[in-house]
């Protein structure tokens, strides 16, 4: 009995530490795919959302090979593949032949509504030798990164009040239709931990990227970003506190079982117009304010995401 006692008690704890690993962060990458693990081809591929990769220490070594990137429909590649396109922000209209390539970090944007889920295996296939040059098979149950909706603001002083929030990545909230009478004398976003927001929070950026004491809003739909080195895996609660006053104005509660994408960029704080319907409802216009701007191709993936759940919470607004 007391043999059995000991052994479960590491067995629970394994268990449980790998519940909570599977439960708890998609990591800083994303949620691992699969390596290539060749002499060809080498790298390991991360989800990122339901059509982003992220690809890191990626190696090709064949010179002027007729090969591509081949999203495939069945575990082991064949001629019935797509081409993914790299670099994911094309210069060229047609898909150029991948180069050589030693220890690079890119994404990947899956083509037109392709989805990794639908997805069997990634290869890098030689177009003319119809063949493999190295693959890796999606697994069934992988589970893929996305944004995820919280409620709204709880409404508690000031006119504070807003849609739900959205997690759009591991550092990044999306509030939309924000309102907040902007009276508060030493009013910040803050987040921290506990089971009920209090005034030792660390103060969140607004959606400028300023740590001045917030202004008003009329329902704007704002973006605001965690501060280094924190994400929303390590948070509890986001508020809109008053300093001076230890008054909780609203918040909302950070759930635990998340598994957003990562926050492969930094630097995407904004404001969002939506332009009056009037002219054309299905166009909606959108107006961004960066703060600095960076070229590379994931901040472009995490902006285009911004974007598409920005159209989806204006659509269930209405
Ligand atoms: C907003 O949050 C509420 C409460 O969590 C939820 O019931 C509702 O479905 C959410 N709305 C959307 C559009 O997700
Ligand atoms: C909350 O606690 C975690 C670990 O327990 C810590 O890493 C994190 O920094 C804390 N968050 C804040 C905002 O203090
Ligand atoms: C843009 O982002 C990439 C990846 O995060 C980084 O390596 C690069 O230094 C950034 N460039 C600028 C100009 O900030
Ligand atoms: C707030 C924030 O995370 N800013 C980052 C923006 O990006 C630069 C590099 O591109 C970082 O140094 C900053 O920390």
Same mark, same amino acid.
């Given at each position: =009995?007391?043999?059995?006692? $000991?052994?479960?008690?590491?067995?629970?704890? /394994? /268990?449980?530490?790998?519940?909570?690993?599977? #439960?708890? @962060?998609?990591?800083?990458?994303?949620?691992?795919? %699969?390596?290539?693990?060749?002499?060809t081809?080498?790298?390991?591929?991360?989800?990122?959302?339901? !059509?982003? /990769?992220?690809?890191?220490?990626?190696?090709f070594?064949v010179r002027d090979a007729d090969a591509f990137?081949?999203?495939?429909?069945?575990?082991?590649?064949?001629?019935?593949?797509?081409?993914?396109?790299? *670099?994911?922000?094309?210069?060229?209209?047609?898909?150029?032949k991948l180069p050589v /390539?030693?220890?690079? #970090?890119?994404?990947?944007?899956?083509?037109?509504?392709?989805?990794?889920? $639908?997805?069997?295996?990634?290869?890098v296939?030689d177009k003319t030798k119809?063949?493999?040059l &190295?693959?890796?098979?999606?697994?069934?149950?992988?589970?893929?990164?996305?944004?995820?909706?919280?409620?709204?603001?709880?409404?508690?002083?000031?006119?504070?009040?807003?849609?739900?929030?959205?997690?759009? @990545?591991?550092?990044?909230?999306?509030? *939309?239709?924000?309102?907040?009478?902007?009276?508060?004398? @030493?009013?910040?976003?803050?987040? &921290? !931990?506990?089971?009920?927001?209090? &005034?030792?929070?660390?103060? +969140?950026?607004?959606?400028?990227? $300023?740590?001045?004491?917030?202004?008003?809003?009329? %329902?704007?739909?704002?973006?605001?970003?965690?501060?280094?080195?924190?994400?929303?895996?390590?948070?509890?609660?986001?508020? =809109?506190?008053?300093?001076?006053?230890?008054?909780?104005?609203?918040?909302?509660?950070?759930?635990?079982?998340? !598994?957003?994408?990562?926050?492969?960029?930094?630097?995407?704080?904004?404001?969002?117009?939506?332009?009056?319907?009037?002219?054309? *409802?299905?166009?909606?216009?959108?107006?961004?304010?960066?703060?600095?701007?960076?070229?590379? #191709?994931?901040?472009?993936?995490?902006?285009?995401? +911004?974007? =598409?759940?920005?159209?989806? +919470?204006?659509?269930? =607004?209405?």
């Open positions: =009995m007391a043999n059995l006692k $000991s052994l479960l008690v590491p067995l629970l704890f /394994l /268990l449980s530490s790998s519940l909570q690993a599977f #439960a708890i @962060d998609a990591g800083e990458f994303g949620v691992e795919i %699969g390596d290539f693990g060749g002499q081809v080498a790298g390991k591929v991360y989800a990122v959302d339901k !059509n982003t /990769l992220y690809v890191r220490g990626f190696k070594n990137f081949w999203a495939g429909k069945e575990n082991v590649p064949s001629t019935s593949g797509e081409i993914v396109r790299y *670099p994911a922000e094309p210069k060229t209209p047609d898909p150029q /390539l030693n220890d690079v #970090a890119f994404i990947l944007k899956l083509p037109h509504g392709l989805t990794i889920k $639908s997805l069997k295996s990634l290869a296939w119809l063949k493999s &190295g693959s890796i098979v999606i697994p069934e149950n992988l589970v893929v990164p996305e944004p995820r909706v919280l409620p709204e603001f709880s409404r508690i002083a000031h006119g504070l009040r807003s849609g739900n929030v959205t997690i759009l @990545d591991a550092k990044t909230f999306l509030i *939309p239709d924000l309102h907040y009478d902007g009276t508060g004398p @030493d009013a910040y976003f803050l987040v &921290g !931990n506990g089971s009920k927001p209090h &005034g030792n929070g660390v103060k +969140v950026p607004n959606e400028h990227g $300023s740590l001045n004491v917030l202004h008003g809003y009329n %329902g704007e739909t704002i973006v605001i970003q965690l501060p280094q080195p924190l994400t929303v895996y390590n948070i509890e609660w986001l508020v =809109m506190w008053c300093i001076k006053y230890n008054h909780n104005f609203g918040y909302v509660r950070i759930p635990k079982d998340l !598994n957003v994408p990562p926050a492969l960029e930094q630097n995407k704080t904004g404001v969002f117009k939506a332009e009056p319907a009037t002219s054309n *409802p299905n166009k909606v216009e959108v107006q961004v304010q960066e703060r600095k701007e960076n070229g590379s #191709a994931i901040q472009q993936s995490t902006f285009a995401t +911004v974007i =598409m759940c920005l159209v989806a +919470v204006l659509f269930s =607004m209405r």
